[in-house]
């Protein structure tokens, strides 16, 4: 049976447990979705949701519990939204502890502070129709290296990319109705884990 985690540090945990619990339900799928917080009940999964928050107290907690070494070596997927995003980034404009997954740089709060939060109707290279992007002092990505692929721009803001079993999105899926984006990880990112 797949096992999915949400990060349980800070952030939007139980939306995003409630969204996926909502796609797997949707998918037919035989998962269990639970709330982790150690490395012990990281590495048991095969996925990890990282959700929006502060990436800088989620980040120093991953390193700190010995979180970030669990998905490393257990080479677990990874789906990181708003600070998650931040967090599967190589380098970012604030020093602060990073997991490195993605090439990737990013700007923390690229889009402004809160008060510049916005929805907006995305056209991602993964969907067929828009998808409702909601944008909560976002960052974004201004460069994406290797083998990344930037899946969604606003303008030339990237705002979601994957590589490998990664995705990263600049806004908060779980804040809307559409599962699209935990379908998605849950299809197509999980199944790159061998």
Request: aromatic fraction near 6%; charge should be negative; charged fraction near 25%.
């Amino acid at each position: 049976m797949i096992k999915i985690g949400i990060l349980d540090l800070q952030g939007d945990i139980s939306e995003h447990l409630e969204m996926t619990k909502k796609t797997i339900t949707k998918m037919n799928l035989e998962a269990k979705v639970l709330k982790v917080k150690t490395a012990k009940e990281v590495a048991e999964c095969q996925g990890i949701i990282i959700s929006g928050g502060e990436s800088t107290v989620i980040g120093r907690l991953i390193q700190e519990t010995g979180i970030d070494q669990a998905i490393k070596s257990n080479n677990i997927s990874v789906l990181g939204t708003c600070a998650g995003m931040v967090l599967l980034s190589e380098e970012t404009d604030y020093d602060q502890s990073l997991l490195g997954l993605i090439p990737m740089k990013v700007k923390r709060n690229g889009f402004g502070s809160q008060k510049a939060s916005f929805e907006a109707e995305l056209k991602l290279k993964i969907m067929n129709n828009h998808y409702p992007g909601v944008f909560i002092r976002a960052p974004y990505a201004f460069q994406v290296g290797g083998k990344a692929i930037p899946i969604g721009k606003i303008h030339d803001k990237i705002i979601a990319v994957a590589h490998e079993n990664y995705l990263a999105t600049a806004f908060h899926p779980e804040l809307t109705e559409d599962t699209r984006i935990h379908e998605y990880f849950i299809k197509e990112v999980l199944n790159c884990v061998e």
